[in-house]
């Protein structure tokens, strides 16, 4: 089992940055593949970042492609996004999520994750 938590959300203006970080307990933290999704009031919950279990391979939604980093330190057992010029559009509940699935091809639907944190609040004002 892994437990995750969230952090660093909060306020910020448009154009700003964020740095949200996901740590991890229990085992296998390497042996898990790692995202973020996001949840806007009112919308469904969206993929928006995963990056594979040594951090060989990193994928984005389009619409934060270039703003946004994900990264992970499997020696500390942490996850982190990396949020720039951001937008209103990124407000929302923003979740970490585990998995132990290998099928990357489905790995931006959140079905595929067991494993989720309970969700930090970003807002961005313009």
């Known amino acids: 089992q892994v437990q995750l938590v969230e952090s660093g959300g909060g306020l910020v203006q448009a154009g700003g940055s964020l740095s949200l970080s996901c740590a991890a307990t229990?085992?296998?933290?390497?042996?898990?593949?790692l995202a973020w999704f996001r949840q806007a009031p009112g919308k469904e919950r969206e993929f928006v970042a995963y990056?594979?279990?040594?951090?060989?391979?990193?994928v984005y939604a389009d619409s934060v492609k270039g703003r946004f980093t994900i990264s992970r330190d499997n020696a500390l057992n942490k996850a982190t996004l990396q949020m720039n010029s951001l937008k209103d559009e990124d407000t929302g509940v923003y979740f970490c999520?585990?998995?132990?699935?290998?099928?990357?091809?489905?790995?931006?639907?959140?079905?595929?994750?067991?494993?989720w944190g309970q969700g930090t609040q970003v807002t961005v004002s313009s």
């Open positions: 999520a585990g998995s132990y699935s290998r099928r990357y091809d489905l790995a931006r639907m959140d079905s595929r994750y067991a494993f």
């Open positions: 229990g085992r296998d933290f390497d042996n898990i593949l």
């Open positions: 990056i594979t279990r040594v951090g060989a391979t990193t």
